[in-house]
Structure formats: structure tokens, C-alpha cells
């Protein structure tokens, strides 16, 4: 029978925000793990793919003064260009704002209503009498009727972490103007999880994958499953059939972009997708440890009951710590991954390496910039880096390249060894297993060049020196091949180094075991670079001042009095001009008309705005600010913004420029 080809699909990032470390952990994973299967001869399509959908993306759409797809397609094509920079390769990846998914969604939701398990209820949801709108989810917040914490519409978000479903929350206010929400009557639509508690745990019992995923929804399910409400009042999204009022819920429309990217992909390749999500599959879903409820319990149901093929696997990584703290935009505790990294200069390669390597990949992993740099000295420069320079400089230097003969079969059996460790590892997602089964190699090759030393030996036996080279060569073959998924980069250079003119990721990992001919090399060059203290430094520096400034944010601001406040002017204004700051990543240079004058103001949102989206924008202006010089440039004002992703602050309705903020 043949093998069932092997479908890996990443957790959908959020449009709403920048990529950070948070990210990579599922990502990078991911990518080294379809790396490896397909060089061990599998079939394999890798896709993923934007989250454009629900409240979230709607509200940061209205603060910014823009559509939910304009948005979306802003962080689209960064998270895109941001996992090919990070060495990240999808076959495909889309947007769930995309036809072919809003097509594949409502295709779903109708077999579900045929089958019978979806049906209509009506249902108490908080509206706003000053908005005259339905709050949905993230539009209200209130109090957890479990815990009693605050919590937001749709998840006690600050105490027990329990779902809420529409209606649930007590004391609910609108988070758009403030006003004191009422309940009013109003029709969804429920799937019906309850009915797959039987389906569900025989499922779980032989899903593939990580032990924390299965372990997690076992004890969910042993617990009584509830309905799930599956429409929101939403205009942004796919709408439910047959509804022009309800769109689906982002968790429904969310993962059934794994189906429709597999579909785009398919028609492009001219493939069969059904072959990937119909009957026997092998769809392997790589996701966070906190969306691990949604993939193994309301995803397989979801499934099930439209009758398409249930997951195979599913690998959820542990979470994130940053200097040991909780991973935390609001508190500093972030790296972002173009803007800390990338854009640094830094090696995709090292961060990779990090990810993979720090910890098992179930548990927290903990960044810190200290023991980044510690990690990539001693282990990458020191251990991979000095094996592989030392052996391919002295057979440059001594025999001009490769010498003749075989490999002594204690190396191949070596190899051999490592290469079924590895494998063993890989398949088990044991990725921090496997790495370290390839630097051991990678130190065995240390202590073999070490303890024959052929630079003493060449002096009384050339031929002996040249057998210590030609197997410390078979042994930096097998190192290329083996750390190719963990550094991609890196690997192709090696490669290139022993003489090969194709790419590494070509060749299957077995050919480890092949000898690498006599042939002329050229002079080799380091592989790593070190880190220097005065470096890691001053990365570290970046993110202490970042926690400094928001802690600072996060303190009780002191209560002033009206005349403190009347000090302040703020004025609205109009962008008439925006151009970037040559040398700066962070900084534009606006021309703003506040109503009479034209102000010159310096801000620091281009990581956010192009210049180009600004002009035209209406803006609130702190006026009385004292002129100062910001880059070189003078500036006279500030825009005010908001939030991680510096939202712009306008007035709701339409006023001339200058008017006064009141």
C-alpha cells in the first residue's frame, strides 16, 4: 500500500501585530522537521498561512484608521518575507481572508448543518445602546462568571483562562465608548462538540504527536463538552450560509485555512488535495502550547463531522520566558525578530540554532542574551565551527584537498551510529535530542583530530596524516548533511567548502555514508563567527531599556488636577507630508497641518506606517511640546499613539485641523 504523503502545517500568525521570538518557537521547528523528512525520502508539503479574521484585527483596523484587509495584507506580507528571512520555507502560504478558504469554510459549515450538527439557538448577547451594535468578543469586557477576575467576551483572560461563550460574561461594557452593555436577545448557530466525547478519546488515544497535547485534551474531554457557539455579529469575516448578518467564528474559519492553503498550493502543482485531507492522512499540525484545545478537540470534531480525514499528529511547543519572565509585550519582555534581530546583522542561522537547541521541545524556553551568546560560542564556534575549519584547513594546506582511500570503519560506524540517533530523535520531535547528537559528533570529530594530531604525524608518516584527514572529512560530510535543517545557511557552506557544487538540502541524509572522492579543495574560511561580549551587550541593553519603559508605563500615573491638565494643548491635525529618515529604521519626518501652521514633527512609527499611508491622515497633536532635535532633525509636536503597534489617534468624526482636544 502506499505510504499516505506527509501534509505539515504551522499555527496561523494574528494580523494585527509584528513577528517576535513567540513565533519562531512553533515555526522554526516546523521547518527543521520537514527539512529532515523529506532528505530521508518522504513526500512532503509544508503550508501555513495569515489569521486575518475575527474582532481583534477589527478593532486595530478602526484605531488605525484603515480596513481589516488593508491590515491584513500589511502584516501578511511581513510575517511572509519575515519566515524567509529566518530561513523559514513554506510551499504555500495564504490568508484566510482568501476565496479559496471563505469557499472551503462555507462548504464546511453546510455539511455540518446536513449532517446535523450544527443548529440554530438564540442566545443573551451584551449590546451597546450608545453604539447600537451587538459586542462580540473582544468589543466587550466584564467580569469571569467562574472566578470573578476581569476577563474580555470571549476567554477569562486574567484569572481561571476559561472559555466564555457569547452571553456568559457579567457586568459587560463596551470597550469602544465605555457604556454600561445590555443583554439582548439574539440567533447563533452551535456545533455540537457534546456528541464526540465517544469519537474524541479513542482519537486522542492513537494521535501521533507530542505527549502535552494529548495529555491536555484527554483531561478536558474527561470533563463535560460544551456546545460551541460558532457565529459572531461581525461584518469582518466569512459569512455563515445562508446569513448576511453572523460571520463564522475565527476559530472555525482558522484552522479550515490548512484545507483551503492545501488547495491553492494543489492547484498550482497540479495535485490532488483531497489526497492530503480526505481518508487516510498524514496532516501534522505544529502548534503553541496555549491552542492545544482547539486542534485536538474542537478541530478532529469539526473534522469528523463533515466527514474529512482527522489529524495524524499534533506537536505543541512549550512556551516562551524572555530573561525569565513571561514572554510580554506590554511589559518589555519581547524580541522581535526583525527589528532585535534580523536587522542586526545576526546570523538567521544562530537563532535557529538557539530554538532548537536550548531545550526539549515541549518545556519553556527561556532567551536570554547572555546565554544566547554563551551557546553559540562554545557550542556552534567552538565544537562545530573548529572541527570543521581545522580539518578542511590542514588537507588544503598539507594535500591541496581531499586525500585518496577509504574511511576506517570505526568512523563509518560512527556515523552510522549518530545518523540513527538523530533519526530516532526527529521522528519523535525530540529536536534538541537530535542537535545534540550532531554536535557530539561533531566533538568525537574534535577529540579523533586531537588525540592523531596529523600535523605531528605528517612528519614521520605522511600517509597516516592523510588517513586522519580523510576521515576527519567523512565525518565534516556528515555533519553538513545532518545540521542542514537546524542551519541551512551554514550547512550549504560546508558543503560548498568540500567541494560540492549543488545544494545540500538535494542530497538524502543517508549519504553520510558515501565517501567523499579525492578531489582539489580551495582554502576554507570560518564557518561561525564569535559573539562578542561588547555585542551581546549592547543587545541586552536594547531590551532592558524596552522592560525600563514599560514598567514605567505600567506604574500609577499620579493623579494632576484640571490646571495641570490645562497646560497640555492638543490639537487635531492633518499629515500633508511623510518621507523616512535616511540611516533611521524607526523614525519618519511628518509635515502636519494643525490648523493655521504647518508643523515639522519627528515620530517614531515607521516600523508600523509607510510614508505613503500617512498622507492624508487625521492625527491628535500634543502642540505645546518644546522643539527638540531628534536624529538631527528638529521637531515641533508629537503624534500621539497607542499601544504596542503605535495606533494613531484620530477623531472619530470628521473636525478641521487645529481644533482643540477638549
Known sequence: ??????????????????????????????????????????????????????????????????????????????????????????????????????????????????????????VHQAYCPKCKRFLPDRYVEGTCPYCGKQARGDEC??????????????????????????????????????????????????????????????GWIKDELHDWCITRTLEW?????????????????????????????????????????????????????????????????????????????????????????????????????????????????????????????????????????????????????????????????????????????????????CLASVDKQMQEYEFKGAVDTILALAAFGNTYIQTNAPWKLIKTDRAAAAQVIKNGIQIAKALALLIEPVMPGKAQECWAQLGYDDMVAAHRIDEAMGIVPERALKAPAPLFSKLEEKQIAGLDAVLQQRVKEANKKMEKTPMISIDDFSKVEMKTGKVLAAEAIPKSSKLLKLQVDVGGETRQIVSGIAQFYKPEELVGKNVVVLTNLAPAKIFGVESNGMILAAGDAASLLAPEKPVEPGTKIR
Not at 74 to 97: L, P, Q, S
Request: some cysteine.
Open 237 to 417: 469575516g466569512v459569512k455563515f450560509p445562508g446569513r448576511n448578518d453572523l460571520v463564522v467564528y475565527v476559530w472555525v474559519d482558522a484552522p479550515i485555512g490548512y484545507i483551503a492553503f492545501t488547495e491553492e498550493w494543489a492547484a498550482k502543482a497540479k495535485k490532488d488535495w483531497k489526497r492530503y485531507w480526505c481518508g487516510e492522512n498524514r496532516v501534522t499540525h505544529f502548534i503553541g502550547g496555549d491552542i492545544i484545545y482547539h486542534h485536538c478537540i474542537f478541530w478532529p470534531a469539526l473534522l469528523k463531522g463533515a466527514g474529512y480525514g482527522e489529524p495524524y499528529a499534533v506537536v505543541a511547543s512549550g512556551m516562551v520566558k524572555v530573561d525569565d519572565h513571561k514572554f510580554s509585550k506590554s511589559r518589555g519582555y519581547v524580541v522581535w525578530t526583525n527589528e532585535d534581530y534580523l536587522d542586526k546583522g545576526l546570523p538567521a542561522d544562530y537563532l535557529r540554532y538557539y530554538l532548537l537547541a536550548y531545550t526539549s521541545h515541549t518545556k519553556e524556553l527561556n532567551f536570554s542574551w547572555k546565554v544566547f551568546g554563551e551557546r553559540i560560542n562554545n557550542e556552534v564556534v567552538n565544537i562545530l565551527g573548529n572541527f570543521v575549519h581545522r580539518t578542511l584547513f590542514f588537507a588544503h594546506k598539507e594535500y591541496g584537498g581531499v586525500p585518496a582511500g577509504v574511511v576506517d570503519p570505526a568512523i563509518t560506524a560512527e556515523i552510522g551510529k
Open 1 to 122: 500500500m502506499t505510504k499516505a504523503p506527509l501534509l505539515v502545517t504551522c499555527g496561523l500568525p494574528y494580523t494585527n501585530g509584528p513577528c517576535h521570538l513567540g513565533h519562531l518557537r512553533t515555526y522554526v521547528p516546523a521547518d527543521c522537521y520537514v527539512r529532515y523528512m523529506r532528505r530521508t525520502g518522504e513526500e512532503v508539503v509544508f503550508v501555513s498561512g495569515s489569521d486575518n479574521h475575527g474582532t481583534p484585527i477589527v478593532v486595530s483596523a478602526e484605531e488605525q484608521g484603515t480596513s481589516p484587509r488593508a491590515l491584513s495584507e500589511r502584516y501578511h506580507k511581513h510575517f511572509d518575507e519575515t519566515f524567509r528571512r529566518i530561513g523559514v520555507n513554506f510551499d504555500y502560504f495564504g490568508m484566510t481572508d482568501d476565496p479559496a478558504n471563505h469557499h472551503r469554510t462555507q462548504e464546511i459549515m453546510s455539511r455540518l448543518v446536513k449532517n446535523g450538527y450544527v443548529y440554530k439557538q438564540v
Open 157 to 218: 483572560d486574567q484569572g481561571c483562562g476559561k472559555h466564555l461563550e457569547p452571553g456568559e460574561i457579567k457586568d459587560p461594557v463596551c470597550k469602544v465608548c465605555g457604556t454600561k452593555a445590555e443583554f439582548r436577545d439574539q440567533e447563533h448557530y452551535f456545533f455540537k462538540l457534546s456528541a464526540f466525547k465517544d469519537y474524541l478519546l479513542p482519537f486522542l488515544d492513537q494521535l501521533k504527536g507530542t505527549s502535552n497535547a494529548k495529555n491536555y485534551a484527554i
